[in-house]
């Protein structure tokens, strides 16, 4: 039996919460001042504090500087919906959930389901650090430079709280990889990681993905969303700049409520996952554009993680170029290395895709090499190397509007690439699929078309 100590001022409410936190099987003590509560935690270290921020001897939030409680029990912040900032700054620091009053019970049971000890949190950032010292990888993430280095710093560090993180970088970066390291070292990780692109679905199939229904007006089948779907686990929504503005109001409302209502139902359902949020843009420019709404972008961005593009940790080209020939060859059915010559000529190149590119040149290096090392590079015409690569006056914009403009830098790229749409795509900095969706418009707006 797990043990759970109660901290807040009101002894009947304590009481109430002892006797929901014992139907889940834990052993609860309550107490109502910080000082009480420390000597409890003194005396006998809780697996589980929740606790009340507004206490009679100063703010809940300072039991969070206590190394003890820090090390031994996961504290659930338990607040008003008016006190919802305080304890999303909270997790910041430390806390893993927060629970809102009054405290629904059935949510307050999926938390205490994956209570963990901190410091066994910590033992798998530690795992994954002493596998980058002897691999180069952490988790799915590859290399050692000081860039990368801090990305692993900051996952470490937000992947032992429930906190919503907004992951930005260029295409090709890695973002989903990273959603998935967060995911792997939470609580949530026994539970499912589930991913959809915002940009790759329309804004009524995104909204039936995303809440599913019960009964459809048509007689469909009754069908699980994927908020459902990945209930307990991590729910990654990538390029979310690509949402409707009517999908952001109603995304807006589930991370305010907690809770969502399904298609053609009016039964509400608690939310139970974890946020990670991905976008290829800068959503504070589509936030000053319009394009996005200012709310939304707040309550996503709690936790923010940049991951870099390529071209500025090009001391990782090598370390990446082994992995990934790796990867290639146990698909291959062999292994083959690049010769280094042909790894220097890499090296020179911009990789306006990334990652994603660099293994898409070297699966192709692959397949048209016929010995075991690779001499001659398959170079996209996107990453040739600098040199080869001829520079274009720049055109005047102003007076157009931007989607003139952007019509423009679309179909200009697409010729650059010679109508190859999937680097197209990559050095537009968007998915395949929203490529096709502006191309399908641009088509729509020509007569005859």
Same mark, same amino acid.
């Given at each position: 039996m797990?043990?759970?100590?109660? #901290?807040?001022? /009101?002894? /009947?409410f304590c009481r109430?919460?002892? &006797?929901? #936190?014992a139907h889940h099987g834990f052993d609860a003590a309550t107490a109502q001042s910080l000082g009480s509560a420390r000597r409890q935690i003194a005396a006998r270290p809780p697996d589980v504090v929740l606790l009340d921020l507004e206490l009679p001897d100063g703010n809940g939030m300072s039991l969070l500087d206590d190394p003890a409680v820090r090390g031994r029990s996961e504290v659930i912040l338990m607040t008003g919906l008016a006190r919802l900032e305080t304890s999303i700054q909270a997790l910041r620091y430390g806390a893993a959930d927060y629970l809102l009053k009054p405290v629904d019970a059935s949510r307050l049971g999926c938390i205490l389901a994956r209570v963990t000890r901190p410091d066994l949190l910590q033992a798998k950032v530690a795992a994954l650090r002493d596998q980058l010292a002897r691999t180069g990888a952490f988790g799915a993430l590859v290399g050692r430079s000081g860039r990368m280095q801090l990305v692993y710093e900051l996952i470490g560090r #937000?992947?032992? !709280? !429930?906190i919503p993180v907004l992951v930005s970088g260029e295409s090709g970066t890695g973002k989903e990889l990273a959603a998935r390291t967060i995911h792997g070292l939470s609580r949530r990780q026994p539970a499912p990681f589930v991913a959809v692109s915002c940009g790759g679905i329309g804004p009524d199939?995104?909204? !039936?993905?995303l809440f599913g229904s019960e009964n459809s007006r048509a007689g469909d089948a009754e069908h699980a969303g994927l908020?459902?779907?990945?209930r307990g686990g991590t729910l990654f929504l990538d390029e979310i700049c690509d949402m409707s503005a009517a999908m952001q109001a109603r995304l807006l409302h589930v991370l305010e409520t907690g809770s969502y209502t399904p298609l053609f139902s009016a039964t509400r359902r608690v939310v139970d996952v974890r946020l990670i949020s991905a976008s290829n843009r800068?959503?504070?420019q589509a936030v000053a554009a319009g394009l996005f709404r200012q709310d939304l972008f707040y309550r996503l961005n709690v936790f923010p993680l940049q991951l870099p593009p390529l071209r500025e940790r090009m001391e990782d080209l090598p370390l990446l170029v082994t992995h990934l020939l790796r990867e290639i060859g146990r698909a291959e059915g062999g292994f083959k290395q690049l010769a280094p010559a042909a790894l220097q000529r890499l090296a020179r190149c911009h990789w306006s895709g990334n990652v994603r590119e660099l293994r898409n040149a070297l699966h192709q290096s692959y397949v048209m090499t016929p010995g075991d090392e690779i001499k001659h590079p398959w170079l996209p015409s996107d990453a040739r190397p600098a040199a080869a690569v001829r520079s274009h006056p720049a055109q005047p914009v102003a007076g157009r509007t931007l989607a003139q403009v952007e019509k423009e830098a679309v179909l200009a790229t697409l010729e650059q690439?010679? *109508?190859?749409?999937? &680097?197209?795509?990559a050095a537009l900095g968007i998915s395949?699929?929203?490529? @096709? *969706? &502006?191309?399908?418009? @641009?088509g729509a707006q020509e007569p005859g078309r």
């Open positions: 797990g043990s759970a100590l109660i #901290v807040d001022d /009101d002894p /009947d109430m919460m002892a &006797r929901l #936190v #937000v992947a032992q !709280s !429930s199939a995104l909204e !039936s993905e908020l459902e779907r990945a800068d959503l504070q690439h010679g *109508n190859h749409k999937e &680097r197209t795509a395949i699929k929203t490529l @096709y *969706n &502006r191309l399908k418009e @641009y």
